[in-house]
């Protein structure tokens, strides 16, 4: 079993950066493969990218790609989401998720689960 927890959310203006990263615990955490989710007010909680436990697959929602980084520290277990250009409909909390077996984007997938971090983008 492992347990993860996110933190770096915070308040950002429109078009600004902000890093997210979440610490994963537990004897196996390394191996675990790791996505981020969020869920704005009133919707329903959406995928926005994943990794898996090497490093070496990466996907991303669409509506990310080429603003949003997931990279992670295996020696620090821990993953980051590093989050360019952001727009204020992208105010969420912002979930991490960890999977032994899965690497994917289907959040039904993923096993554990963090508390959740807030991110608010003002306009």
């Known amino acids: 079993q492992v347990q993860v927890v996110e933190s770096g959310g915070g308040l950002v203006q429109a078009g600004g950066s902000l890093r997210l990263s979440c610490a994963a615990s537990g004897r196996t955490a390394s191996i675990y493969n790791m996505g981020w989710f969020r869920q704005a007010p009133g919707k329903e909680r959406e995928s926005v990218a994943s990794?898996?436990?090497?490093?070496?697959?990466?996907y991303y929602a669409d509506s990310v790609k080429g603003r949003f980084t997931i990279s992670r520290d295996n020696a620090k277990n821990t993953v980051y989401l590093q989050m360019n250009s952001l727009k204020p409909e992208e105010t969420a909390v912002y979930y991490c998720?960890?999977?032994?077996?899965?690497?994917?984007?289907?959040?039904?997938?993923?096993?554990?689960w963090g508390q959740g971090t807030q991110v608010t983008v003002s306009s």
């Open positions: 998720a960890a999977d032994p077996s899965y690497a994917g984007l289907e959040q039904t997938r993923y096993d554990y």
């Open positions: 990794i898996n436990w090497s490093g070496g697959r990466k």
